[in-house]
């Protein structure tokens, strides 16, 4: 029996011509081919059964979950990883926009001439700033639009406080003043603003936005820290340039909480449960330092941002926006630094102090960003405030 390895005429195996069919000298078969027949023959052992394959499905699905959600809370990169290795500025164009907005004279009424054109414009101004003891008023609504259901906590945390109402020093006596709101965006990382935010008279931050070892972009002094009591700093170090400090109600047991730090009276065991983070016992000033905000200030920023939000009903502002409108009541100009979530960037940092990336504020439902973004912008546009940053 003849055994023919190739079909063609010659072979392609070897590129010898086929033997005569009358010869019956048996072939030995190539060795590629013979591979190509073992391959062939165990084929089956490169395919997965079912169940390996629903297992490896899961592994790998999991896997590409993980891939999405974790990112955001590894560094950036190996350079942002590297503590404070900025040498030069991000954007000098900024900077210098900056340093000549401080070499002018201050410009009284500045923030109410350019608010007039805005149709919000009405909501902004002569707002009370904090709550005053000798102004008692029937409340209407709850925190943190109010202090329904509060009074009496009310009443004995304003006992605690030998100045509630304005300071001497932030009062409005007819000297111009300037506010910068230093916000905790990535942004802010960088910029070299310090020494300018330093300048300014009035300088806000927000609950525990470190300033020990950010001098160089975050500036060293603080005028007004803007607190809620799980977000006011744990660090002493935090407070030694600090004058003031202003809580936020957002629930009632957050006078008693003020209270507490006050009187340097420790609050039970059982009120601290009813906080969603561990909260400090002691802050570091004197009880003259402390105030507490005017809930309407949080009731009108949030009824502006109702004409820029989509969404229906009752939203909470967040202290940045907050503090911005705050600040309109306080100075005559107004500046912003570390504004503005660059969500077109989601790599990029989400705080100046941490590497956090952008993307972890896809999970943020509490507050409605994209309506702040818009309000904010339209003061810029109309030359309310001024954006240092550029994020906005």
């Not at 470190?210 to 160089?216: L, N, Q, S, T």
């Not at 799980?230 to 003020?258: H, I, Q, R």
């Not at 926006?321 to 309109?328: D, E, I």
């Not at 009541?329 to 790599?347: I, K, N, R, T, W």
Request: contains cysteine.
């Amino acid at each position: 029996m003849v055994t023919l390895n190739c079909l063609s005429v010659e072979d392609f195996c070897d590129g010898s011509a086929l033997l005569p069919e009358a010869a019956e000298v048996p072939t030995r078969t190539p060795a590629r081919h013979k591979q190509g027949v073992v391959i062939k023959n165990n084929s089956r052992d490169f395919f997965l059964s079912r169940s390996d394959n629903l297992a490896f499905s899961l592994v790998l699905l999991i896997g590409c979950y993980l891939v999405i959600l974790i990112p955001a809370y590894f560094p950036v990169d190996k350079a942002a990883s590297l503590s404070n290795d900025y040498r030069h500025p991000k954007d000098l164009v900024l900077l210098n926009h900056s340093a000549s907005l401080l070499s002018v004279p201050c410009q009284p009424r500045w923030c109410l001439n350019h608010l007039k054109p805005l149709s919000c414009s009405p909501g902004l101004i002569d707002i009370p700033v904090f709550v005053q003891q000798e102004r008692p008023m029937p409340w209407d609504r709850s925190p943190p639009l109010g202090l329904q259901g509060s009074e009496k906590l009310l009443a004995l945390a304003l006992a605690s406080l030998p100045q509630p109402g304005l300071p001497p020093s932030l009062r409005r006596d007819g000297s111009c003043r300037r506010c910068i709101v230093v916000g905790s965006g990535g942004v802010l990382y960088g910029s070299h603003l310090g020494s300018h935010i330093d300048q300014y008279d009035i300088i806000i931050r927000l609950n525990n936005a470190p300033v020990p070892g950010f001098e160089r972009d975050a500036g060293s002094r603080t005028t007004i820290r803007l607190i809620y009591p799980e977000g006011a700093p744990s660090s002493a170090n935090e407070y030694k340039k600090t004058t003031m400090v202003a809580l936020t109600v957002f629930k009632s047991l957050d006078l008693d909480w003020l209270i507490s730090v006050i009187t340097k009276q420790p609050l039970g065991f059982w009120s601290k449960m009813w906080f969603w983070k561990e909260v400090v016992d002691d802050i570091p000033l004197k009880p003259e330092n402390f105030r507490i905000l005017h809930p309407d200030i949080i009731h009108k920023t949030e009824q502006v941002l109702q004409k820029y939000s989509l969404k229906q009903g009752n939203m909470v502002p967040t202290l940045g926006a907050s503090a911005v409108v705050m600040a309109l009541q306080l100075c005559d100009q107004v500046s912003l630094a570390g504004f503005g979530y660059d969500m077109q960037h989601p790599e990029a940092r989400l705080h100046y102090y941490e590497t956090i990336r952008m993307d972890a504020m896809k999970v943020q439902v509490i507050h409605d960003v994209n309506a702040e973004k818009l309000f904010l912008r339209d003061l810029v546009a109309a030359r309310a405030v001024t954006d240092l940053t550029g994020a906005l």
